[in-house]
């Protein structure tokens, strides 16, 4: 559901209840003073209810001609409060993409034994975050008497009671630092479905007069390529843009459960293949190089892509109360699968293992139809991922052009944001690289370091002890820490030759 367009619901909901005070004052003050002047008087006190009403009707219908107002309209979803099953589903939509399936390089980057327990530990410490995150929208919304708290809102909010005034003065940078953070992570999100769809594409033509019936283990091929990687990016650019126009949420809506349909039948078919014939991991390293672990932070922090959506979904439920169940569950759900998919995987591949455990897969046509149905899938959820920062630069590039112009201004824009990612995928072809700068960058800052110090700078003035001081402020410095050098050596083996890691990049078989 759109935020946006919940906002301006609340928006026109207020200046109509606003409008039902003076009406009311109005006829109740006309009453007493007239009621002697007969029928004289009661004509001029219902003339007066009619002008009022009329100016009720006109206020809200005023403030929609806006192109702004119009976009927003034109855009919400309109949909029935969530059940706990639904919203359980999407709780697992959002956190399950093209992370997942990187995962199993991600624990050969830490180790057969400190991958698993990291993620483990990431994964509890990332709930925990959420957790966080929806106590101090709860307090905010509660304090400030709002039915609503978006990620932004709860960060300007809580400045704004900072006791430092430069950070109170300062306050609506905070909700300008999430919002900039949330477009990076989205538009980085559809980097890596640009790399992921080529990726997979291009194995799949290349390998076409190669492919049997027969699926046995992959083995290292010597083809010419046909054509470069980023050809194939920019045969998938023109039917993504059509995609992204479609601004009817409801019609992406089929798009998802169709993604939700591939996903699903591929990730079965991946298990499947991945349990069987497991060899023995004695030559597996428990630990590996710290330089290679700070890629596995980064691509964890990667996965767990929801947090930005936990106060939405939460806010969309018939029962919101219910929600820490779902989530708890939810999650629970999603750390076994990252962790069995990850181990599982290396462990069945081991040092050949892939950015994407789909180009370890043997190129026979039942598994070659699972890179299919997986690409299918991340190309529908292209467009629910790109909606998020859409929703958050169009508006405001509407804003600033004529009614007749919005339509224009709204497609140009949706354009050059399929463009840009299209891109950055063209400029670094590295997706596992990408999606380690990507979580180091802005998912760690996301999922860990806001949400953290949120909490101090909410609750600290409410007898906050020092143990959830201490918490605090080691779950920020992890975060930073992990921000800061995940980012340095992600940029680090991007300015390498592909041959430095041969082992870590894509489009190599």
């Known amino acids: 559901m759109s935020l946006l367009g919940r906002d301006y619901n609340s928006e026109l909901n207020s200046l109509d209840n606003g409008s039902q005070s ?48 119009q976009f927003l309209r034109r855009t919400q979803l309109e949909q029935p409060p969530s059940t706990m099953m639904q919203t359980l589903i999407h709780l697992l939509k959002c956190n399950i993409g093209t992370g997942l ?159 939700n349909i591939t996903t699903l039948g591929s990730m079965a078919l991946i298990f499947e293949y991945i349990m069987q014939g497991i060899p023995y991991p004695s030559n597996l390293p428990l630990m590996a190089n710290w330089k290679t672990f700070l890629l596995f932070f980064g691509t964890a922090i990667f996965t767990f892509e929801g947090v930005g959506m936990v106060l939405p979904l939460k806010n969309q439920m018939k029962h919101p109360q219910q929600f820490s169940f779902v989530l708890y569950l939810g999650m629970s759900i999603v750390i076994i699968l990252y962790i069995l998919l990850g181990t599982l995987g290396y462990m069945k591949f081991g040092s050949d293992t892939q950015a994407s455990i789909t180009l370890n897969l043997p190129n026979c046509w039942l598994y070659q139809s699972v890179k299919l149905m997986y690409s299918i899938g991340i190309f529908f959820t292209y467009a629910l991922q790109f909606h998020v920062p859409a929703e958050i630069i169009i508006p405001f ?59 101090i700078i909410i609750f600290y003035s409410e007898d906050m002890s020092c143990v959830t001081i201490a918490k605090d402020i080691m779950i920020s410095i992890l975060g930073l820490l992990g921000c800061i050098f995940g980012t340095y050596q992600a940029l680090y083996e991007l300015t390498q030759p592909i041959s430095h890691s041969m082992a870590n990049s894509t489009g190599l078989l």
């Open 22 to 69: 003076p009406s009311e004052s109005s006829s109740s003050i006309t009453s007493e003073n007239v009621h002697p002047a007969g029928e004289a008087g009661l004509s001029i006190c219902m003339d007066k209810r009619r002008n009022l009403q009329n100016l009720r009707r006109s206020i809200p219908v005023a403030l929609a001609t806006s192109p702004v107002s």
């Open 101 to 259: 399936l990187g995962l199993p390089l991600a624990i050969k980057n830490a180790g057969l034994l400190v991958g698993p327990v990291s993620l483990l530990a990431i994964g509890v410490l990332t709930v925990h975050c959420m957790v966080i995150l929806l106590n101090c929208a709860q307090h905010l919304s509660q304090r400030l008497q709002k039915t609503f708290v978006n990620y932004g809102e709860a960060t300007m909010y809580s400045l704004e009671t900072c006791p430092n005034t430069w950070l109170r003065t300062h306050a609506v940078w905070g909700r300008y630092t999430v919002s900039f953070l949330l477009v990076i992570t989205q538009l980085g999100f559809c980097s890596v479905y640009f790399m992921f769809m080529a990726d997979n594409l291009q194995q799949m033509v290349e390998e076409a007069h190669v492919t049997s019936n027969i699926c046995q283990p992959r083995e290292i091929l010597t083809l010419t390529p046909i054509l470069d990687i980023r050809f194939y990016m920019l045969i998938i650019l023109p039917f993504l843009i059509l995609l992204v126009f479609i601004q009817n949420l409801k019609v992406l809506s089929v798009f998802s459960t169709l993604a």
């Open 397 to 455: 590039a509407i804003s600033q052009v004529s009614e007749s112009w919005a339509l224009f201004v709204d497609l140009s824009v949706r354009s050059a944001l399929v463009c840009l990612t299209c891109v950055s995928a063209i400029l670094i072809p590295r997706l596992d690289l990408v999606i380690s700068l990507v979580g180091s960058v802005s998912s760690s800052a996301l999922a860990l370091i806001i949400p953290a110090l949120l909490e």
